[in-house]
């Protein structure tokens, strides 16, 4: 590849505005016009699509849902309102609330066949592989949707809503070996997943208020974030006009990757890996030296470059969460706050912006509920699903939408002829 500066190019960009936020250039007639492409990897400066969902300001640490402030939906509202403002684009009012749950609920249960699927994974495989199958594996079962029509959009999306967290909770059943606990649809969204996940049979469970509302809190700020990684694999799939099951277990897989919804479960074992006080400054100097691998989990973000709201949230529901079950300060915590104060204070992490991301604190909230490392990620799964299903919603709607098809810089071998074997 060779790079030289290009003096002479002259294109005049359609500038687009939205409601907030930077304005962008209109590129899309830029190589048929000129024969060039942009180069951006990683979409640094490139904007995918128009959206009405989420709105976020990374210098001043804004995060809104269709207009509403995460803070403000954190604290008044539960999961299942803000699923319903992100699919519908308003709060509901309690008779809209109410039918919502009522069918949410009705959807949760899994067809029978579906728990044959389980037997054919191993006993240890990670939740996040049997949630990606699975959630693919419904477009067997609901045959009825998938030619996408308008009028199946929201049954899908609800269905995938109540049913993801049954069947991560399965998942999770089943890599312990316990039966899978049917969901009960009299409970509210959190309680029934902590429900599924610690009843047994012969071993009646009630939830703790203050603990399914901290998962609450945690499915609430996990349910959206714009165009990253998982929402843009799901648009990317969606754009082909692939069904709506398809589209979420791609969003689940681009999830599980550590430098997105797998860094919860990085953190801790990044934690165990430092393992106290003393050893944080020599594993920082790993980090600093770029050590291969070694990054501080929980630390930086693509968008956020001042703080993350999300993360200062839920620094305090931790607190909430070791009050109510009268836990004793964790050495986690002690070592977390320990490496975030050094870190904050560090002139590496100053100069590159990086500070502690929602996954800093999220999982110290998840191992104090009593909710293994390995369902870290799927909690964020279930929680993103109410995302994901609000975007392709909104893509599919967009009669203006096209396949997603990027192009690129070719940078491998020109043209040549094939030698016969023995020539070559
Ligand atoms: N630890 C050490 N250095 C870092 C880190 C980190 N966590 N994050 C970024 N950097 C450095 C990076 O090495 C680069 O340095 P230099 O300029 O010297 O080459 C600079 O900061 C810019 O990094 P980048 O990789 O270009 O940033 P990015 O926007 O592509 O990556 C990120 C964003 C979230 C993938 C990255 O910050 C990261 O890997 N963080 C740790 C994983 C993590 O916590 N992910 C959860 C994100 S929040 C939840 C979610 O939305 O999924």
């Not at 389980?118 to 996040?128: E, K, S, V």
């Not at 312990?176 to 029934?192: A, K, M, V």
């Not at 904050?344 to 998840?366: A, H, M, T």
């Amino acid at each position: 590849m060779t790079k030289e500066k290009c003096e002479s190019f002259s294109f005049a960009f359609p500038v687009m505005h939205g409601t907030m936020g930077p304005s962008v250039l209109d590129q899309r007639r830029l190589a048929q016009e000129t024969g060039m492409f942009t180069f951006d990897p990683g979409f640094g400066s490139t904007a995918a699509c128009e959206s009405k969902i989420t709105f976020i300001d990374g210098e001043k640490g804004i995060l809104l849902h269709r207009g509403y402030p995460i803070e403000q939906l954190a604290l008044h509202t539960d999961y299942t309102e803000t699923a319903y403002l992100l699919l519908y684009g308003e709060l509901p009012t309690k008779e809209q609330y109410d039918v919502f749950c009522e069918d949410m609920a009705s959807q949760r249960l899994l067809n029978e066949q579906i728990r044959n699927f389980f037997n054919g994974f191993r006993r240890d495989a990670h939740p996040m592989a049997i949630l990606c199958g699975t959630v693919a594996a419904l477009s067997a079962f609901y045959s009825d949707v998938l030619q996408t029509k308008p009028c199946h959009h929201d049954l899908s999306a609800r269905r995938l809503i109540a049913k993801v967290p049954t069947i991560a909770a399965c998942a999770y059943k089943y890599t312990i070996g316990e039966p899978f606990i049917y969901p009960d649809e009299t409970l509210p969204f959190s309680e029934n997943l902590l429900y599924m996940l610690f009843s047994r049979p012969g071993r009646p469970y009630k939830a703790d208020p203050v603990l399914a509302r901290a998962l609450d809190r945690i499915l609430i700020l996990h349910a959206d974030h714009e165009q990253n990684a998982s929402t843009s694999a799901v648009r990317l799939v969606g754009s082909t006009g692939s069904n709506p099951f398809a589209c979420i277990s791609a969003g689940i897989a681009a999830l599980w990757g550590p430098s997105h919804g797998g860094a919860n479960e990085a953190v801790l074992a990044m934690f165990d890996q430092i393992g106290s006080r003393e050893n944080i400054p020599a594993f920082l100097e790993r980090v600093k030296n770029k050590e291969s691998g070694v990054r501080l989990m929980g630390f930086g973000h693509r968008v956020y470059r001042n703080f993350d709201p999300r993360a200062k949230l839920l620094q305090a529901t931790y607190h909430e969460v070791i009050d109510t079950l009268g836990l004793k300060r964790d050495p986690c915590l002690d070592l977390a706050m320990e490496l975030e104060r050094i870190a904050i204070e560090d002139d590496y992490f100053i100069q590159r912006k990086l500070y502690p991301n929602v996954d800093f604190y999220s999982g110290l909230i998840l191992k104090a509920l009593g909710i293994p490392t390995s369902m870290f990620t799927a909690i964020f799964a279930i929680a993103r699903t109410a995302g994901w299903v609000s975007h392709w919603i909104e893509m599919i709607s967009n009669p203006t939408m096209r396949i997603a098809r990027p192009r690129q810089l070719y940078t491998g071998k020109i043209q040549r002829d094939v030698l016969p074997m023995e020539e070559r």
